[in-house]
């Protein structure tokens, strides 16, 4: 099995939801010894907050970990937030590429091993949009959700819904799950009982609509963009990017050309789920493993235009896709070092996309 969950190793924060329905399968699981050092890591690392039994609560209003509504849905989300952390909550990322103890592999296990303990079986939720009425779902979240949420979702005795690093990876259905099912063993009661289904779906539009900021704006919907607006003003002036490493642009430096409206190219090269749920405006989505890099090059400019590819974890995705760009003879190219999520972390704003799971290619990658 060792060799199975390392070959999954390779997609994890790329393409997660293909492991969720791996793991749906019951595909992947751990050997004694991989389970001993995730109990062993889990201890050391996340007891002190999450209780030594998972139980939550412990400090800091850390949830449960072993509620089941939490641990049969959403991989991505729970991978994402050990790895990367809540940024702006006490929990902070565990990964050692932003400075954290553990590696790819041990928070993997860990996310095996927190779900084999609570004994639930994965289910594969839904990756569409969920449309509600926004307005209403905002009434309904200042009667029922703000006492134990806040009233701008910073969170109290309940978790920060208006996270905006939460909000880019969680999906809207991970989110009704929540609200549907509620968690059990903790405060958080299942809204089924008093909310009907056209409710619930209007305080996760709500919650959802925070995703770039506290204040109400409807979602857009968004295709991705086509080979006429890959360049970003194509009129503005070329940025001055001082290159970490001859490679790293900082997520300073990008945000200021964007602002300053100069000229250059954005490759978001994570999974298309993940340019659905949250983008850097303006981004083209090349997911790196397509291997369509040499078919969109073809609509890249080769005039000495910037192109800057990110991802999420934070660099591997777009250093494999920028060095392609390279071999292919462009110049000028560059890669974001804090990634999409440390972008994110640092205040930065994204942009959702919505496009349907067939947009996607996710259940045909080529
Ligand atoms: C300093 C306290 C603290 C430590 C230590 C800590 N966490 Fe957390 N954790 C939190 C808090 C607080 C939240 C909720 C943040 C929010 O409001 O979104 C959280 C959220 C999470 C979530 C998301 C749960 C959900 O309901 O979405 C997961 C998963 C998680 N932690 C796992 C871990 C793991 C695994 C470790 C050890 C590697 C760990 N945490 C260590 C405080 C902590
Ligand atoms: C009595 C307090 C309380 C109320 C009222 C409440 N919640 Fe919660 N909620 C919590 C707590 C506590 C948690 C974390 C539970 C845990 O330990 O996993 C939570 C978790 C959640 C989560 C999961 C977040 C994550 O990071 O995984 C969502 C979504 C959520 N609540 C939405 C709502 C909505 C929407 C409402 C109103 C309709 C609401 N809650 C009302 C206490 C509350």
Redesign the pocket.
């Known amino acids: 099995m060792k060799a199975a969950t390392n070959l999954f190793l390779v997609f994890i924060g790329l393409q997660l939801a293909l492991v969720e329905n791996t793991i749906a399968q019951g595909l992947l699981t751990l050997t004694s010894e991989q389970a001993a050092a995730a109990a062993a890591d889990y201890q050391q690392y996340c007891a002190l907050c999450h209780g030594e039994d998972r139980q ?2 412990v400090n800091d ?4 970990l072993r ?1 089941r509504s ?1 641990l049969e849905a959403g991989v991505q ?1 729970r991978f994402l ?1 050990m790895g990367y952390g809540r940024p702006g909550t006490p929990m902070a990322g565990f990964f050692e590429e932003i400075g954290g103890p553990l590696n790819k592999e041990q928070l993997f296990h860990l996310t095996l091993w927190l779900q084999d303990q609570a004994g639930v079986e994965q289910i594969v939720l839904p990756l569409d949009t969920i449309t509600g009425d926004i307005e209403a779902g905002k009434r ?2 200042a009667d ?2 703000s ?3 806040g009233a701008t979702g910073e969170g109290v ?3 920060a ?1 208006g996270n905006p690093a ?1 909000l880019s990876v ?1 999906t809207d259905h ?2 009704r799950h ?2 549907v099912n509620g ?1 059990q063993g ?4 299942a ?1 089924r009982e008093n ?1 009907n289904s056209g409710e619930i779906d209007a ?2 539009a709500f ?1 959802r609509s925070r995703a770039t900021g506290w204040e109400v704006h409807k979602p857009v919907i968004r295709t991705p963009p086509t080979a006429d607006e890959y360049v970003l003003n194509p009129k503005g002036e070329p940025p001055e990017f001082e290159l970490k490493d001859e490679l790293y642009v900082m997520s300073k430096d990008l945000n200021e050309a964007l602002e300053d409206k100069r000229r250059l190219v954005l490759l978001d090269t994570r999974s298309m789920s993940m340019w659905q749920m949250a983008h850097i405006e303006g981004s083209v989505p090349l997911p790196y493993y397509y291997d369509e890099v040499t078919k969109v090059a073809d609509d890249l400019p080769r005039d000495g235009t910037w192109i800057v590819s990110y991802c999420e974890c934070p660099r591997a995705a777009a250093e494999y896709v920028n060095k392609q760009l390279v071999d292919l003879g462009f110049k000028n190219t560059a890669v974001l070092w804090e990634g999409a999520y440390g972008w994110v972390g640092l205040g930065y704003p994204m942009s959702r996309g919505e496009t349907t799971l067939a947009d996607m290619n996710l259940l045909d990658p080529e």
Do not use: D, N, W
């Open positions: 939550g609560h209003h850390a949830p449960s509620s939490l989300e937030a309904i979240y029922q959700c006492e134990c949420h005795t309940g978790t819904l939460m969680t991970f989110i929540a609200i968690r903790t405060k958080m009661a809204f909310l305080v996760t919650i």
